[in-house]
């Protein structure tokens, strides 16, 4: 049974970087598209960024279009985002969710079962 898990969250000034990790295990991430949510202070859970399960196809939302790059690892069973220019909006909890066989763009988040416990990210001067 696939199992993730983020790493990378932290406190960084406004317009430094980050890059968050989200490694599977239990199973092979080839045939699962990852997406990356936050979830900010009192709102709902988000899409951030998309990435298939042979990186061929990857979509982000408006907000961090730009700022914000998707990748992964097949070889590592891992996915990034490297989070550049980062903003005060930024600041949320941040999780990686698989679904297999999928393409981009992920499901709303109700909708999505495999889910990493999250890491933090604040951006505050």
């Known amino acids: 049974q696939l199992q993730l898990m983020e790493s990378g969250g932290g406190s960084v000034h406004p317009g430094g970087s980050l890059r968050l990790s989200c490694e599977a295990s239990?199973?092979?991430?080839?045939?699962?598209?990852i997406g990356w949510f936050r979830q900010g202070p009192g709102k709902e859970r988000e899409k951030v960024s998309c990435i298939n399960g042979d990186g061929s196809t990857r979509s982000s939302v408006n907000s961090v279009e730009g700022r914000f790059t998707i990748s992964r690892d097949n070889r590592r069973n891992t996915a990034y985002l490297q989070m550049n220019s980062l903003k005060p909006e930024d600041t949320a909890v941040y999780y990686c969710?698989?679904?297999?066989?999928?393409?981009?763009?992920?499901?709303?988040?109700?909708?999505?079962?495999?889910w990493g416990p999250g890491t933090p990210v604040t951006v505050s001067s």
């Open positions: 969710a698989a679904l297999h066989g999928s393409s981009c763009p992920l499901p709303a988040a109700r909708y999505l079962e495999i």
């Open positions: 239990g199973s092979s991430l080839d045939n699962y598209a």
